[in-house]
């Protein structure tokens, strides 16, 4: 095994390193920056070339003329199908037919419909919303003096606000927070078959609630994307019925999961280097700078995968093969020093910040701008509330997966700030 698969698969497999993939993210990008790699797929470590394949055209998604065209080879990528076969015979993404799987014409056409839920404009006015739904978690949390913050807060807040959105009854939401743990392994690059099986099955029930939910609403419409989306369904502009529920899923998931590990992350981050949190403290214009720090410190998506139809060039002359299945390590973009100076030091008022932790190009995430708004709430909300914000478990543990990073748990105990009301700032 060469030295830049060995690197590939300790980045990948390895719990002591997967706590901090960074460094060997760089020994990578000095090695073998495009590796063309004995495990099934090639990977990128390089900002220029992560961005170039993420825009690209002639990149895309696995679809079922791509994956008979180009059967796996042996390796890490061909333990598992990325197609399934659906109810009608027709071969599917194992995710559904929603904005994650489908490449252009289908992807433009759902992408426009749910778009307009998410411009500035939308997720603005949302804004005095979030604040009061962070409040009424914030008020619990105070009191006790002590949070287990992912399931107290990074969890919640996120849920409530996409699930306000799209039409998820409160009562429903909690139960997915253990759905979408399952349902993930199918975005990782590794997973046994027993994990696999369990993801599939979360998956299928996500897809029976949300069919019964379209039901509901098909017979009692509500102000919500959901009730939204199905009219545009029996509209002039159509979403097949799979591409109804695939796409209500994965607005709803996508709606918490990145968010919540964003708030995680960011926190952490910030806890474990009290300069950064001692400036915002003294500075609030730096909240939306440094958002996007924390997002390219320890991003909550740490790759994207795509494949290739034509050869494609590279910005230093490789070549991508047709056919090709290509990793592009977002967190190793996010660090690399032709793009960010001194990428290992986080600066929360960093500039040249063109973070992929969204991706970019087709498959930009539509919701960056309400996780961004919801990360800067959160952190400027507990940095007004508390005084001080102290970790209890100097190693937290961390989810088992590589692609969503993010912590399982993050105990802390906070000291209100006794100059501050103890009612929320939007009361």
């Known amino acids: 095994m060469s030295e830049a698969d060995n690197l590939v698969l300790r980045i990948l497999l390895d719990p002591d390193h997967r706590r901090d ?69 027709e071969a599917v993404p194992a995710l559904g037919r929603s904005m994650l799987t489908l490449n252009p014409p289908d992807h433009t056409r759902v992408r426009g419909l749910v778009s307009r839920a998410f411009t500035p404009r939308r997720v603005a006015s949302l804004e005095p919303a979030i604040v009061r739904m962070l409040d009424d978690l914030l008020d619990p949390i105070a009191a006790r003096g002590e949070s287990e913050i992912m399931g107290d807060l990074a969890f ?17 939401r909690d139960q997915f927070r253990g759905l979408v743990r399952r349902a993930s392994a199918l975005v990782e690059p590794v997973a046994t078959p027993e994990v696999v099986a369990e993801a599939q099955e979360a998956a299928g029930a996500m897809l029976d609630y949300f069919s019964d939910l379209i039901a509901e609403r098909r017979r009692q419409p509500q102000d919500d994307l959901l009730s939204a989306l199905i009219s545009a369904r029996d509209g002039e502009d159509r979403l097949s019925e799979l591409e109804l529920q695939s796409t209500a899923i994965i607005i709803f998931l996508a709606g918490f999961e990145t968010t919540t590990n964003l708030i995680g992350n960011g926190l952490y981050a910030l806890l474990t280097q009290p300069d950064g949190i001692r400036r915002l403290r003294r500075d609030g214009s730096l909240d939306d700078t440094a958002i996007d720090e924390l997002l390219r410190w320890d991003s909550p998506v740490q790759l994207d995968m795509r494949v290739t139809f034509e050869d494609v060039a590279l910005p230093g002359g ?31 008022g960093r500039t040249d910040s063109p973070i992929l932790s969204f991706a970019v190009g087709p498959h930009y995430c539509l919701g960056a701008s309400l996780a961004r708004a919801e990360g800067r709430l959160v952190l400027r909300g507990l940095l007004d ?40 700032r939007s009361r």
């Not at 100076?341 to 600066?347: E, F, I, K, L, T």
């Not at 692609?403 to 009301?421: I, M, Q, S």
């Open 318 to 348: 490789e070549v991508l093969e047709a056919g090709s299945r290509v990793v592009t390590f977002l967190g190793a973009a996010n660090h690399d020093p032709a793009v960010f100076a001194d990428p290992g030091r986080m600066d929360l």
């Open 156 to 172: 919640r807040l996120p849920v409530a606000v996409i699930g306000e959105l799209v039409g998820v009854p409160e009562s429903d």
């Open 385 to 424: 509330r508390f005084s001080d914000i102290e970790l209890l478990d100097d190693d937290p543990p961390r989810r088992t997966g590589f692609t969503l990073r993010g912590f399982d748990e993050l105990p802390v105990r906070l000291t209100t700030n006794a100059d501050r009301p103890t009612t929320g």
């Open 21 to 89: 993939p960074y460094p060997l993210y760089a020994a990578l990008r000095t090695t073998a920056p495009v590796h063309r790699s004995s495990l099934g797929a090639t990977f990128l470590t390089r900002h220029a070339d992560c961005q170039l394949v993420l825009r690209d055209p002639r990149c895309g998604k696995p679809d079922a003329q791509w994956e008979a065209r180009f059967p796996p080879p042996p390796g890490l990528f061909s333990a598992r199908p990325s197609m399934e076969v659906g109810d009608d015979g």
